[in-house]
């Protein structure tokens, strides 16, 4: 049986973040990590340029193409693992092989949730998580006018942006009030929803899909959609956007403690010896709710990835803590988001301003702030970024927060000067 | 590794220091074509801040753990090993955003044109970072750290 060190399942974020971890202080020790996906580490977030411009995998991907090659690291791509037995620090893969690993990481990251529905099987129904997914709307669209895309979330919303580039007249159903309601405040996804309807976007709320519909009985395409309200939209692609949910059945049925995903602590570690976790698979440490939590977007998948790292190559090191993070560009907002932005309860303080086509929003809780949104003039949102980080107490400069002159200067003096100083350390 | 030290009991927040940035990036070497006529209005990587008689030049300091590049979405943004330095190459930049919002000095530029982010590269190539070297006040300085 094969033997290495260290061994990684799943080739993205998290998983390619440990690599290089590891190798910034273990040159030697045999890694290697397994995809299911057939290609090298490409940036999921720029799928949507395949569908839109038809820019091939090759031209997104997250690191050189040589990088498996120059870090002594072995692909296996391609190829599923099947099950982990822990305990004799096994893994086994879908070529029938198996793997010996010294240290196991987890980063298999999530799947597209889709609802049990009728017709979800049709021709023409997607998910969008994947480069094969955004490769195989591609080849579909040729057939299609008009799509519906079901959930106007994250990766909803860049399908749409992808599917409005190709020229499709495209429908997107809302479950909530709002789109990106998850992320943002009502102000600013009231801003995307504008630039939305301006690029021809029809946005329809508060509605679910009852069925997806062929054009007779027998056919296997899809023709329409049916909402819960009983209205048809006429569509030849349906997009499933409504989430995603991490990939834990490796981890559970290695006995691994998951709650709705994978419990790390703050060195990224599982309940099991030698195993560890992180990126969207994982719930690691949120600052702001101050405790366990899914955070799925890239850069935390990153950072947990090199704590992660570091620890199993044995130095020891500590995950600062995420929270949910969003930035975008889509239909031309520029937005930056982090942490609560919609208060639950009337504890909380909330600072907005609105000016020349910008907007920022601040959320204070007892002194220190929990949630934000920038949008238009979002430059300098890592500033106000930090201090939620940090739990600075920003009780004595709260207003200039949300100031047009905002800026560094406007922490107090001890703070900008020592950033200054000492530039800034995320790992500590 | 080298940086830019910023000695703010000397900054007189002429904002120079973002002219003369300008200027370095610009494709004429040209002030009035750098803000008004070139297509590709460079952005300056240099920000001049000011309360008062206080004022500050505020840029990409290259943290040695740095946020930016575990936020970059498309691998664009990296720490050089051998020089310490964070470098970013252009084509791998996805115009994401996610650095500027990790950025904890606000020192990431969007520039909206290229659908991209500029930022302070140190002046890549040159002896001396062009704002070092037309500061009229010597509250920048060139340093090995
Ligand atoms: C369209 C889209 C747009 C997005 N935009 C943004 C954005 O703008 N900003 C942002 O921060 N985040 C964005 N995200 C989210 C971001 O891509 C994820 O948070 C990130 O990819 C998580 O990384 P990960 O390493 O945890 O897992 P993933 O990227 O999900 O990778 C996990 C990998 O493991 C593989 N795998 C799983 N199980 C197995 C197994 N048993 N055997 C072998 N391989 C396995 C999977 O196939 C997959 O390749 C976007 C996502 C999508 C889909």
Redesign the pocket.
Known sequence: MKKVEYLI?????????AAEAIRQVDKSGEIAI????PCAAYC??R??EHLAYGRSVDDLLFRPADFYEKNGIQAILG????WIDAGAHRVQI?DGTGISWGKLLL?????PIVPEMEGVNRKGVFT???FDDARAIARYIEKAERAVVIGGG??GT??IEALVKRGLKVTVVEMKERILNTILDEEASALEAEAMKQAGVDIITGATIFGINGPSTGAEVVSSVTLDSGREIPCQLVVVAIG?TP?L??AAAAGIKVNRGIAVDRRMATSCPDVYA?????EAHDFVYQGPRLT???????LG?RVAGFNMAGVAADYPGGTA????KYFGVDITSAGITVPPDDSYRVLRRRQNGSYRRVVVKVGCVVGMVFAGDIEKSGIVFKLMKERVDVSQFVETLVADDFGLICLPEDLWRSQLVAPDKVLK | MKRILVKEQFCIGCRLCEVYCRLQRSESGELLRAYKREASLPLSGARVEERGPVAISVRCQNCEEPACVY?C?GGALKRDADSGLVVWEEEQCLG?W?CILACPYGAIRKDTRRGKIARCDLCSGEEVPACVAGCPNEALEYIES
């Not at chain 1, 190829?79 to 099947?82: I, L, Q, S």
């Open positions: 399942i799943g080739n993205s974020a998290g998983g390619i973040a397994i995809s299911d996906e999921r977030a799928i949507a190829r599923r693992a099947e879908d980063a298999t990251g999530g799947r969008f998580t994947t994250l990766i860049s399908a995603v990939r059945e490796l992180c990126g969207d698979v994982a799925p977007v890239w850069p935390n998948a990153y990835g993070i969003n930035s975008m | 936020a979405l994401c996610s």
